[in-house]
């Protein structure tokens, strides 16, 4: 199994996918270590998609979940 996350330079980039900002997707092994993995330098956002929903963070949320309706 592997998680995908995507980073962001902006906040805003997720809600409307194919936005402005720039993005960067790294793969994990798990969710709790994609969770636990520090943005990379500059990111001040991350998306991961999973099978019942995805969770987002950033620097104001801290990680929240999702659930896909």
Request: proline letters at 6%.
């Given at each position: 199994m592997s998680i995908r996350v995507i980073y962001s330079t902006e906040t805003f980039l997720i809600k409307?996918?194919?936005q402005p900002g720039k993005q960067y997707a790294l793969s994990f092994?798990?969710?709790?270590?994609?969770?636990t993995t520090p943005?990379?330098?500059?990111y001040v956002f991350a998306y991961i998609p999973v099978e019942s929903g995805h969770h987002v963070y950033s620097a104001k949320l801290g990680w929240e979940f999702h659930?896909?309706?």
């Open positions: 409307n996918e194919g092994a798990s969710l709790e270590e994609a969770k943005l990379p330098e500059g659930q896909n309706k």
